[in-house]
């Protein structure tokens, strides 16, 4: 199946995405890796949750730590809306696609939307988030790896082609991809809304479950010092993969797991994408330098370990198993 033209003109305007709530089974331990290991910032907690952010953003949030007896579960992923207009538009896009919605209330967020996408990923759009006085000049403040801002989302399809054809409804534009040559059907893909290689990404698998979530760093070095922090704070055992550079999005990366094993990528280094006609790029399923440019192969546990999201029941790809993997 192609890659859908880009749809320049969606029914409701997403501008990126916002926050990730995550399930954790020790609050304590799991508020030390975020803030004395990342280096994301509190901004509220309770006995409950841990709010945290990035030194760039402004938004309250970036993720939520929530305390859970499902650990290791994904609640729902976050976008911001252009406008509160675009709220109520979503909501009738939503449901005119057969999924559910409803209003929640969000601490420190304005009006929020709840519904899912296509496979069961649950969703919230909000517009208006609680502003906080700008860190990023507060140098004193900056620790582990420096965090500027979140990046991305990576999620488990059990069929890319129908994700990227739902988000392409609501706006979100392909810019790489990988295409089995024998099927014509897509392996993976990253979308985009802020103008970046992608706010959303779909990875073949069972699925929906979050393969990671990433977070913007200034320099290579940072993920150097990262490593080094991580190899002498009890944390060796949760370098997962790299550091490398990825063929796809040109990014520098390291990927490393939480407490709780949720995947976290350390990203910089990748392009922009603001032109409405900006070609998606296509890569050879074959090309092992489209995972990392250097040619190193990823674990095994790259392309299996998932979080699952609650409410939602994983199923096997509808794409046949093939003996090259892709990312």
């Not at 538009?89 to 899912?116: C, I, M, N, Y």
């Not at 890319?160 to 392909?174: E, L």
Request: charged share 25%; hydrophobic share 35%.
């Amino acid at each position: 199946m192609p890659v859908p033209s880009p749809n320049l003109y969606p029914d409701f305007n997403v501008i990126r995405l916002s926050h990730a709530c995550l399930n954790v089974s020790d609050l304590v331990e799991s508020k030390n890796f975020y803030t004395e290991i990342l280096g994301l910032q509190v901004t509220d907690e309770s006995d409950t949750h841990v709010y945290l952010r990035a030194m760039e953003e402004r938004g309250h949030h970036c993720v939520i730590l929530q305390k859970s007896d499902k650990p290791g579960t994904v609640e729902v992923m976050g976008f911001k809306t252009y406008d509160e207009e675009d709220l109520d538009k979503a909501e009738v896009f939503f449901k005119a696609k057969g999924r559910p919605t409803s209003w929640v209330d969000r601490p420190f967020q304005g009006r929020t939307l709840r519904t899912t996408d296509n496979i069961g990923i649950p969703l919230e759009f909000y517009h208006k988030m609680d502003r906080l006085a700008p860190i990023h000049q507060k140098f004193a403040l900056y620790r582990g790896v420096k965090p500027l801002r979140i990046d991305h989302f990576n999620c488990f399809s059990p069929d890319v082609d129908a994700s990227v054809a739902f988000y392409n409804d609501f706006g979100f534009r392909v810019s790489e991809y990988t295409e089995d040559e024998d099927s014509k059907r897509l392996w993976a893909a990253w979308m985009h809304r802020k103008g970046g290689v992608h706010d959303m990404a779909f990875t073949n698998g069972r699925g929906p479950r979050m393969h990671h979530i990433a977070f913007w760093v200034p320099t290579p070095l940072n993920i150097i010092d990262l490593l080094d922090l991580m190899s002498t704070t009890g944390y060796v055992s949760n370098i997962e993969r790299g550091p490398g550079r990825h063929g796809i999005s040109n990014a520098f990366f390291l990927y490393i797991l939480d407490p709780d094993g949720h995947r976290i990528e350390i990203y910089c280094s990748d392009y922009q994408t603001l032109d409405p006609d900006h070609e998606p790029i296509k890569w050879d399923l074959k090309d092992p330098q489209r995972q990392t440019l250097w040619g190193a192969a990823a674990p095994k546990s790259w392309f299996e370990h998932g979080t699952n999201f609650v409410g939602s029941d994983p199923i096997e790809s509808t794409l046949a198993a093939s003996p090259i993997i892709a990312p």
